[in-house]
T-cell receptor, first 117, second 117 residues
Framework: GAVVSQHPSRVICKSGTSVKIECRSLDFQATTMFWYRQFPKQSLMLMATSNEGSKATYEQGVEKDKFLINHASLTLSTLTVTSAHPEDSSFYIC?????????????FGDGTRLSIL | AQTVTQSQPEMSVQEAETVTLSCTYDTSESDYYLFWYKQPPSRQMILVIRQEAYKQQNATENRFSVNFQKAAKSFSLKISDSQLGDAAMYFCAYRPRGAGTASKLTFGTGTRLQVTL
C-alpha cells in the first residue's frame, strides 16, 4: 500500500531554534498534503493544506509565519517551525493524498514528536 | 461547518467480546465519506474502515463493521471478537466529496478503547 515517510520521528531542541519536518510519499505522487497537530490525549487538528507548487492554505488561528510549509515537489512537503518555543511542543502528523479529489484515500505518516526545552 | 462528535471518551471490552463505538456528525452536504481511524500507542494513524454516504450498505472489514444511519447522521463502529491488539484510540472522521482544499478530514475527539483479559 501507499507509504508516507515522516522524518524525524522525534526532535528535542532549545527554545528559539527552527525545526524542519519532512514528509515524503514513497510510492505515489502526492498532489495534496496535510499537516496536523495533536496535543496529548486530543484529536488531530488540521493546520494547513498544501497543493504541489502553490501556497499552503492555513486553518484559522494557525500562524503562517510561524509554521512555514513548502510543497515543492509531488513527493515532498516540509513543515518548518520557526523560532520554536515550549508552547510549540506537540505531535505533528503529515498526510498525503493523490490528486485533488476528495475520493482519493489519505495516507498518514508516523508523526514527529517535537519537544522544545 | 462540519462537526464530528464522539460521546464516549473511553470504552472497555473483554477479549473476544463485541463493542460498539458511537459517532455522530453534522453536515449540510449530501455526498461525503466517513472513516474510522485507529491510533495505537505508536501514534500511527491506521484506517480501519470507510463508508461512502451514497451507499446504503454498511461497510465491513473482517471483524470491523459500521452501522451507518444517514438520516440520523450516525456512524457507529462495531468490533467483534475483540483482541488485545485492538486497544487504541479510535477516531471517527468525515470528509466531503468535493475537490481541492475544501475536501479535508474533520476528526472527532476520539474514544480510547481498552481490551481486558
Amino acid at each position: 500500500g501507499a507509504v508516507v515517510s515522516q522524518h524525524p520521528s522525534r526532535v528535542i531542541c532549545k527554545s528559539g531554534t527552527s525545526v524542519k519536518i519532512e514528509c515524503r510519499s514513497l510510492d505515489f505522487q502526492a498532489t495534496t498534503m496535510f499537516w496536523y497537530r495533536q496535543f496529548p490525549k486530543q484529536s488531530l487538528m488540521l493546520m494547513a493544506t498544501s497543493n504541489e507548487g502553490s501556497k499552503a492554505t492555513y486553518e484559522q488561528g494557525v500562524e503562517k509565519d510561524k509554521f512555514l510549509i513548502n510543497h515543492a515537489s509531488l513527493t515532498l512537503s516540509t513543515l518548518t517551525v520557526t523560532s520554536a518555543h515550549p508552547e510549540d511542543s506537540s505531535f505533528y502528523i503529515c498526510s498525503a493524498r493523490l490528486g485533488f479529489s476528495g475520493n482519493q484515500p489519505q495516507h498518514f505518516g508516523d508523526g514527529t514528536r517535537l519537544s522544545i526545552l | 461547518a462540519q462537526t464530528v462528535t464522539q460521546s464516549q471518551p473511553e470504552m472497555s471490552v473483554q477479549e473476544a467480546e463485541t463493542v460498539t463505538l458511537s459517532c455522530t456528525y453534522d453536515t449540510s452536504e449530501s455526498d461525503y465519506y466517513l472513516f474510522w481511524y485507529k491510533q495505537p500507542p505508536s501514534r500511527q494513524m491506521i484506517l480501519v474502515i470507510r463508508q461512502e454516504a451514497y451507499k446504503q450498505q454498511n461497510a465491513t472489514e473482517n471483524r470491523f463493521s459500521v452501522n451507518f444511519q444517514k438520516a440520523a447522521k450516525s456512524f457507529s463502529l462495531k468490533i467483534s471478537d475483540s483482541q488485545l491488539g485492538d486497544a487504541a484510540m479510535y477516531f471517527c472522521a468525515y470528509r466531503p466529496r468535493g475537490a481541492g482544499t475544501a475536501s479535508k478530514l474533520t476528526f472527532g475527539t476520539g474514544t480510547r478503547l481498552q481490551v481486558t483479559l
